[in-house]
């Protein structure tokens, strides 16, 4: 009897204890579920429209070649679409020599948001214009500056969209959003000085030396640019793997998670020397690109009208801004 009953004791005592255990075990998954929906409800949506207004009002202003009044005019309206979005923004003026000799002041645009956030990510795209479409497949017009619909307006009018967003929805990390001058002003193509870095990116370098916060540190960097087009191809950009290819990776892992491998390809493009190179180099602080990169276009390297004077508005896709803004910002509001 006494056996029986320890027996019987044994059973129960399993019986209440395999109970607990499977309603912490499913009470726990219900957790998980309810933060995993949590998570997603937190993603705030990203408006494509928005964007292409943006891109639309910069190239309204004409080509923003620096010393341009269309240079000047677009700051002025850059800095205040940022103030709209928070009371944070500097305008950093330098001047910098151009491969030419001569001496331009530049102006990089920069709005953080959350700026008492330890963590944070930093955000870009260059907004000054080429001043020649030295590409142009007609050599009669390669002395005429580019509208930059894609290089160049494309990223700022994604960013100037998330700037919005960040107006009313705050993640985790604090976030600065820099639009960098300058970074188009390198050598034409028939020049001694083609293929020199130095020449390009003059605003992200100056920065990199001389960033608006002291001692400057971020988780990563993202750098848009030519991020307009229709069918936009987005390859693994080399120095981007280079210096960072686990932030490479989360953003593609984001993209595809989103269903956009046609756009984010997994695979590798050429190294491009964009404004992200010197902030890998110079502010030591992982930087990435995410930039059209198509071997098969005639350019063999670029989007199609890649400094020519077909890059204006009528080559943007509201369907590959939406891409490219549903991936950023998910990679800003899913970082923890
Ligand atoms: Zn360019």
Redesign the pocket.
């Known amino acids: 009897m006494t056996r029986n009953i320890s027996w019987l004791t044994l059973i129960l005592f399993f019986i209440i204890i395999t109970n607990l255990l499977y309603s912490c075990t499913s009470s726990d998954e219900k957790t998980k579920q309810i933060k995993k929906e949590e998570i997603a409800i937190k993603i705030p949506f990203f408006n494509a429209d928005s964007a292409y207004y943006f891109v639309k009002k910069q190239t309204d202003f004409g080509a923003r070649v620096p010393g341009s009044k269309a240079h000047a005019e677009c700051a002025a309206w850059l800095k205040n679409e940022l103030l709209d979005c928070t009371p944070h923004v500097i305008v950093q003026e330098f001047k910098t020599r151009v491969y030419s000799g001569d001496v331009y002041s530049g102006k990089n645009i920069i709005a953080s948001f959350y700026p008492e956030s330890k963590a944070r990510i930093m955000l870009c795209a260059h907004w000054d214009s ?1 001043p020649f479409a030295d590409h142009d497949p007609d050599p009669a017009k390669r002395k005429e500056p580019v509208m930059g619909a894609n ?1 160049g307006a494309s990223g700022v009018g994604v960013l100037l969209e998330l700037a919005r967003i960040l107006k009313n929805n705050s993640p985790f990390a604090g976030i600065d959003i820099i639009f960098f001058d300058l970074e ?1 002003y390198g050598p034409p193509q028939d020049s001694q000085n083609e293929g020199a870095n130095e020449h390009w990116g003059l605003g992200s370098q100056y920065w990199s030396g001389n960033p608006h916060v002291s001692d400057y540190k971020a988780r990563f960097v993202i750098l848009l640019d030519m991020v307009g087009a229709k069918d936009a191809k987005f390859r693994k950009e080399g120095f981007s793997m280079y210096y960072a290819p686990d932030k490479v990776k989360k953003v593609w892992d984001i993209a595809a998670g989103l269903g956009y491998q046609d756009y984010f390809l997994n695979e590798t493009g050429g190294y491009i020397n964009d404004d992200h190179y010197f902030i890998n180099e110079i502010r030591k602080v992982p930087a990435i690109d995410i930039i059209h990169l198509d071997q098969n276009s005639s350019n063999g390297s670029f989007f199609e009208y ?2 020519t004077t077909g890059d204006t508005f009528d080559k943007i896709d509201k369907e590959t801004l939406q891409v490219v803004g549903d991936v950023v910002t998910k990679v800003v509001f899913a970082e923890k």
């Open positions: 080429r290089d188009d890649w400094h």
